[in-house]
C-alpha cells in the first residue's frame, strides 16, 4: 500500500473534523431554512418538545424526516458508487451507469402503476397508496438488474470495464421499458411517478427514514469486512490474486452492497444521479493519497450535498420546489465532464 | 460480396420490408383480409377499409420503415466517424439531445411552430453531440469513454427532461407516450415532414462514401489521403445527426437501431462503403417495420410503445457485440 507522508497525514487529520462540522452546518441550515418563515426561537423550541404546534409540525413532521431520509439516501449512493468504481476498477461507475437505478426505477413504477389494484380496489388516490413499501420495491428490480450484470459478468468473462458497458445497455433497456410502461398505463397517476422519477425528497416521512436506516447500517457496518479487498481491488485482479483474495467472491460480496444500498436509495427517494459518480471523486481528490480517509470522506460529503442540494432546490423553486434530483443534474454536470476528460 | 451481389442483397432485404409492410396492413382493432387490403390498395374507395389502410396503416409502416432508414444510416455514419463499433445516436447522446430541447419548447415555449422542432433537434443533437466527442477525446477516442460521455450527457438532459413533464402537468402524457417511441396515429403529413432531413443524411452518406471509408480506416490515414479533417469531420457529423432530428419529432427516442443496423448489414458482407450503407439503411427500415408490426399487434386492442420493442432487442446486440467485438478495453483500466 501506499504510505501517506507525515505532511499529507497531517493534512488528513483535519479533513474529517472539518467534513464533521460541514456536516452539523447543512444540518442545521437545512432545519432553520425553508419556504415557511419561522424564527430561530420557536424552531429552537419546536426541537425540544416544546412551542408552537405549527412550528413543531413543520420542523418534526416536515423538515426533520426529508432531512434524515436525504441523509441516508445520500450516503448509500456515495457508498454504492464508491463501491461500484472499486469493483468494476472504472473511476466513472455509478449506480446509474450500471443499470441499477434503472432496474429499481423500473419496479417502482411498475409498483406504482398497479399497487392500488392489489391493495385498495377503486380508490385512485395517493393517500391510500402503500408508499412505504416503494423502496422494497426498488430494492428487488436493483438487485435484479445486479443479478444480470453478476450472470454476465461470469457466464461471459467479461472484464470489469466490458461489465460496465454492459451495464449501460442494461440500463437503456429497463430505462425504455419504464417510460414504455408509464406511457401506457400511467392515467391518473403519471404526475406521481414523475414526481418520484425525478428524484426528490418532497413529502418524505420518517417511514421513508426508518425504512433506509437499516440499510445505511448494514452498509456501513461491512464496510470494514471489504475494506482490504476493496484496497487490492484498487489493484489489478491478478495483483489481487496474488494477495490471497478470491476476486469472484469479493466482486460478488461488493456488488451485492452496492446494488442494495443503491436500489434502496431509489425506492425511497427516485433516482438521485451523480451523487454517487461524483462524491467517491471528491473524497478521493481531498484524501489524496491517503487512501483510508477516502471511505468517511465520502460518507460525509454524500450526506452533506444531498442535504445541501435539497436546500437549494427548496429555496430557489419557492413553493415549487426544484426536484434534487435535478439540482444534482444541473451542479454536478460539470464536475462530471471535466472528471471524465480527466479520466485517462 | 461483388456488387451485384450486393445489390441482390439489398433487393431482398427491402423486399422483405415491403411485405412486412403489406403484412402489417391486415392486423388491427379491425382485422382486414388479404383481399379487402389488395382492393383497398389498388382500388381506393371511400369505405372504411379504405381508410383504414390509406389513412392509417400504411402512412404509419411507411413512416416507421423511413425511420428506420435514418436511424441506421446515422449509426453507421457515427459508427465510421469515430471508429467505434458502439456509437449510435442512442449511446452518444444525440438522441436525448434532440428530444429533451423538443420537450421544453412543447412545454415551455408553445408559441413555436412545431415545424421548427427538427431544427431544434438538430441544434440538441449536435450540443450534445460535440460534448460527448470532447469528453471523449480525454479517452483518446476509446470505446468506454465514448460510452460513458454519452450516457452521462443522457442521464443529465434526462433528468431535465422528466422535471420539464412534471411542469407540463396534463400535457405529459402525450409527451410520455412519444418519449416511449412510436408511430401510433402517424399521418403522411409526419412522414413528408421527416422525409427531406433522412433523406439528406442517406443520400449525403450514399455520396460522401468514399470520405467515409477513409474516416473508418484511421484519422492519420485519411489526413495522409489528402482529406481536409476540419471541414469533413463536421459535415459527417452534421449528416449523421440529421435523420435523428427528423425522427425525434415525429416518432421519439427509437433505441438500439442505428447500433444494430451496421452490424447485421454488414454480417451480409457487402462490398464497399457505399453498398454497406445501402444495405444498412435497409436493414434499418426491416428492423423498425417489424418492431412496429409487433408493437401494434402482440397485445391488440392495446398498443405497446416502438421504443420498449427495439430496446429488448437492441441490448442483447449490444451485450453481444461487447463479448464478440475483440474490444481492447483492457487498455482503458485507469
Known amino acids: 500500500m501506499i504510505m501517506a507522508s507525515p505532511a499529507q497525514t497531517r493534512s488528513a487529520a483535519w479533513l474529517l473534523p472539518s467534513g464533521l462540522a460541514l456536516v452539523v452546518l447543512s444540518l442545521v441550515a437545512a432545519v432553520f431554512l425553508g419556504v415557511v418563515d419561522i424564527p430561530a426561537a420557536d424552531i429552537a423550541a419546536a426541537l425540544s418538545g416544546h412551542g408552537s404546534p405549527e412550528a413543531r409540525s413543520i420542523i418534526i413532521e416536515i423538515r426533520l424526516p426529508r432531512i434524515v431520509t436525504g441523509i441516508l439516501a445520500g450516503i448509500q449512493f456515495a457508498v454504492a458508487g464508491l463501491l461500484l468504481q472499486t469493483i468494476t476498477r472504472n473511476p466513472l461507475a455509478d449506480p446509474s451507469l450500471m443499470g441499477v437505478s434503472q432496474g429499481a426505477t423500473l419496479t417502482v413504477t411498475i409498483f406504482l402503476l398497479f399497487t392500488v389494484y392489489i391493495f385498495e380496489p377503486g380508490s385512485n388516490t395517493l393517500a391510500e397508496l402503500p408508499i412505504a413499501w416503494l423502496p422494497a420495491a426498488g430494492l428487488a428490480g436493483g438487485l435484479a438488474a445486479g443479478g444480470i450484470i453478476y450472470l454476465l459478468a461470469f457466464r461471459l468473462d467479461l472484464s470489469p470495464l466490458r461489465i460496465t458497458l454492459c451495464g449501460i445497455a442494461i440500463g437503456a433497456v429497463l430505462h425504455a421499458l419504464a417510460i414504455g410502461l408509464i406511457a401506457g398505463w400511467g392515467s391518473a397517476r403519471i404526475e406521481i411517478i414523475l414526481e418520484w422519477l425525478s428524484g426528490s425528497l418532497y413529502a418524505r416521512t420518517w417511514d421513508h427514514a426508518l425504512f433506509l436506516l437499516p440499510f445505511t447500517i448494514a452498509g456501513l457496518a461491512v464496510l470494514p469486512l471489504i475494506y482490504r479487498p476493496l484496497v487490492l481491488l484498487q489493484l489489478d485482479a491478478s495483483v489481487a490474486a496474488s494477495f490471497g483474495l478470491s476476486y469472484r467472491r469479493q466482486f460478488s460480496l461488493v456488488l451485492l452492497v452496492s446494488c442494495a444500498l443503491a436500489a434502496s436509495a431509489v425506492g425511497a427517494v427516485g433516482p438521485i444521479i451523480f451523487i454517487g459518480l461524483v462524491v467517491p471523486h471528491l473524497a478521493r481528490f481531498l484524501a489524496g493519497r491517503h487512501f483510508p480517509l477516502v471511505i468517511p470522506l465520502t460518507i460525509v460529503l454524500g450526506a452533506v450535498l444531498v442535504t445541501l442540494g435539497d436546500l437549494v432546490g427548496r429555496l430557489v423553486g419557492g413553493a415549487e420546489e426544484i426536484p434534487i434530483g435535478v439540482v444534482t443534474a444541473i451542479l454536478g454536470v460539470p464536475v462530471l465532464l471535466a472528471l471524465l476528460r480527466k479520466v485517462p | ?334
Open chain 2, 1 to 334: 460480396m461483388n456488387a451485384r451481389k450486393s445489390s441482390f442483397a439489398i433487393g431482398f432485404v427491402v423486399a422483405a420490408t415491403l411485405l412486412i409492410v403489406l403484412a402489417g396492413l391486415l392486423p388491427g382493432a379491425k382485422m382486414l383480409s388479404f383481399d379487402t387490403v389488395l382492393r383497398a390498395l389498388f382500388a381506393p374507395d371511400a369505405k372504411i377499409d379504405s381508410i383504414l389502410v390509406w389513412t392509417l396503416r400504411l402512412p404509419r409502416s411507411l413512416a416507421a420503415a423511413v425511420a428506420g432508414t435514418g436511424l441506421a444510416v446515422s449509426g453507421y455514419l457515427l459508427q465510421s466517424l469515430t471508429r467505434n463499433p458502439l456509437a449510435d445516436p442512442g449511446i452518444t447522446g444525440v438522441t436525448a439531445g434532440a428530444v429533451a430541447p423538443i420537450v421544453g419548447c412543447f412545454v415551455l415555449l408553445p408559441w413555436i411552430s412545431s415545424a421548427y422542432y427538427p431544427l431544434v433537434g438538430l441544434a440538441g443533437g449536435l450540443a450534445a453531440a460535440s460534448v460527448t466527442f470532447w469528453v471523449a477525446r480525454g479517452g483518446n477516442g476509446r470505446p468506454l469513454h465514448l460510452a460513458l460521455g454519452g450516457v452521462s450527457v443522457s442521464l443529465f438532459l434526462g433528468a431535465i427532461t422528466i422535471y420539464v413533464l412534471l411542469l407540463a402537468g396534463p400535457q405529459s402524457t402525450a409527451l410520455l407516450f412519444w418519449l416511449s417511441g412510436g408511430f401510433q396515429g402517424r399521418t403522411w403529413s409526419h412522414l413528408i415532414h421527416m422525409l427531406p432531413w433522412i433523406g439528406v443524411g442517406v443520400v449525403g452518406a450514399l455520396l460522401l462514401h468514399r470520405v467515409i471509408a477513409m474516416f473508418a480506416l484511421s484519422e492519420h490515414a485519411a489526413a495522409a489521403m489528402g482529406l481536409q479533417l476540419d471541414v469533413w469531420k463536421p459535415v459527417l457529423l452534421v449528416l449523421a445527426i440529421c435523420p435523428v432530428a427528423g425522427v425525434a419529432p415525429v416518432a421519439g427516442p427509437v433505441a438500439f437501431v442505428g447500433l444494430a443496423a451496421p452490424h447485421i448489414a454488414r454480417l451480409l458482407k457487402p462490398q464497399g462503403t457505399i453498398w454497406e450503407i445501402a444495405l444498412t439503411a435497409a436493414t434499418g427500415a426491416f428492423i423498425v417495420t417489424c418492431a412496429d408490426l409487433v408493437a401494434r399487434t402482440i397485445a391488440i386492442p392495446k398498443e405497446l410503445p416502438v421504443g420498449i420493442i427495439t430496446a429488448l432487442l437492441g441490448g442483447p446486440v449490444f451485450v453481444y457485440l461487447i463479448q464478440r467485438g475483440r474490444l481492447d478495453f483492457q487498455r482503458d483500466v485507469a
